[in-house]
């Protein structure tokens, strides 16, 4: 079946700096990935749906130059999380369609927990 | 819009009973519907879904679920429930057209009792 990576799988940094989470289709090339923010105990909340080529489109009251998305490439894209303070720690997950297939199904990554001191 | 519902946070069971989680969604026209599981501290596995045809739909790890079209439901079942399944499980609904993503219900926590 499709598979999804996501790197690193967990980070921890000071407050104000930067982090950057890949997401990788590993046997399929997607044009259209999705990132989604977990809170503890809570679902999945939707921030941007990544399209190859072209801006991501972001949720309503997500703030996009907090959260960078690039797809440059047809199997990978990136979360760079912006200036991170201590509430944007949260599991990060990122998921992908394979173009045609049956359903709309979403194959997810790993996640990644970021953790702000 | 289009909304999914998962009305109990928690459902506990002991083990060798069966289980069932529930769903129910909101979406115009004919579906796709999905349950995904998750583990501690990972991401999300498929287990099954409903794309069409038979409603009812076998999937992963001895689980099934039932399209209910009058009820707009998709309970996921599964006849005999096993320790290892203790896990949040969540049902997602996608609208057939369009490239829109999945849209999630809050999870259920199942908790099975040895």
């Known amino acids: 079946g499709a598979v999804v990576s996501q790197h690193p799988s967990w980070v921890i940094c000071k407050s104000g700096t930067s982090v950057k989470i890949e997401c990788r289709s590993l046997?399929?090339?997607?044009?259209?990935m999705f990132w989604y923010r977990q809170f503890p105990k809570q679902s999945l909340m939707l921030m941007a749906t990544s399209n190859e080529g072209s801006k991501a489109t972001y949720e309503q009251g997500v703030e996009k130059d907090k959260f960078l998305i690039n797809h440059a490439s047809l199997t990978l894209s990136t979360l760079t999380v912006t200036s991170a303070h201590p509430e944007d720690s949260s599991f990060y997950i990122c998921?992908?369609?394979?173009?045609?297939?049956?359903?709309?199904?979403?194959?997810f990554g790993p996640g990644t927990r970021l953790t702000v001191l | 819009a289009q909304s999914v519902a998962q009305p109990e946070d928690q459902v506990n069971v002991a083990e060798g009973n069966p289980l069932t989680v529930k769903c129910t969604y909101s979406v115009s026209g004919n579906p796709y519907l999905f349950w995904y599981v998750q583990y501690p501290n990972r991401g999300l596995q498929f287990l099954l879904k409903y794309i069409t045809g038979d409603n009812l739909v076998k999937g992963s790890y001895g689980f099934e679920a039932e399209f209910n079209k009058s009820q707009t439901s998709f309970h996921l079942k599964k006849p005999s429930a096993l320790v290892s399944d203790s896990a949040l499980y969540f049902c997602a609904v996608s609208p057939r057209t369009g490239n829109t993503p999945l849209v999630f219900g809050k999870g259920t926590r199942l908790s099975v009792i040895a």
């Open positions: 998921s992908a369609r394979v173009p045609g297939g049956a359903g709309n199904e979403q194959f």
């Open positions: 046997d399929f090339q997607a044009t259209t």
